[in-house]
């Protein structure tokens, strides 16, 4: 590390602050400890707008497990209580899908409002008619135009025919985020949020042409 690093670090550093609490936890009557880590100014910029914290539970009886899940006890087999503030999704496995899967439901609809967007913005500069007549167009037809126009390769086609496929089913059952396992709702929001955000910089660039 650099001098230039380290002045750099000493100043997004400079007002942090970091303890401990050590507690009993009752449910495996062992001794835990519950670390917490507040950043003021971690841009190094004084502006405090990027101000944020950590926490992290210490437990001989915690089981860390594969991602999104937050560990869990080993005692009761179910996530950990301690790992974050009564009423937070984070402690409920239940509305932790439920945010998942309502991040799929919003980025298809991203998906569909960019994307029909992009394509009369493109019939426009063609002085076409635009299609849809005014609502979006349905997503499993804008898909099929996308890839035709060249704009998303086969392998993003298939990726947001599947998504389609999910939201249907997610979006006409109250209870049918239940039947997903944790880490596959996880995995595909990321994977709509991401293609989401793609289309959207698509319209934004073909806007600046």
Not at 148 to 160: C, F, G, K, P, V
Not at 174 to 196: G, I, Q, V
Request: aromatic share 6%; hydrophobic share 30%.
């Amino acid at each position: 590390m650099n001098e230039d690093e380290r002045a750099r670090l000493r100043q997004t550093t400079k007002y942090d602050v970091r303890e401990k609490c050590h507690f009993r936890c009752l449910i495996g009557k062992s001794d835990a400890t519950l670390s917490i880590m507040i950043e003021p100014d971690p841009h190094g910029d004084e502006s405090g707008t990027h101000s944020h914290f950590h926490t992290v539970t210490m437990c001989p009886n915690m089981k860390i497990v594969d991602l999104p899940e937050p560990d869990r006890c080993r005692i009761t087999d179910s996530t950990c209580v301690f790992i974050a503030p009564c009423g937070s999704d984070e402690t409920s496995p239940q509305r932790r899908k439920f945010r998942y899967a309502s991040t799929i439901i919003q980025k298809i609809a991203l998906i569909q409002f960019h994307g029909t967007q992009l394509l009369n913005e493109m019939l426009k500069k063609k002085e076409l008619k635009p299609v849809g007549d005014g609502d979006n167009i349905k997503v499993a037809e804008l898909e099929r135009l996308l890839v035709i126009s060249n704009l998303i390769d086969a392998e993003t086609y298939q990726t947001i025919g599947n998504l389609r496929r999910m939201r249907n089913k997610l979006a006409h059952s109250p209870n049918e985020y239940l039947k997903f396992s944790e880490k596959k709702l996880y995995e595909w929001s990321n994977e709509a949020d991401r293609l989401s955000y793609a289309v959207a910089k698509l319209l934004e660039k073909h806007q600046q042409k």
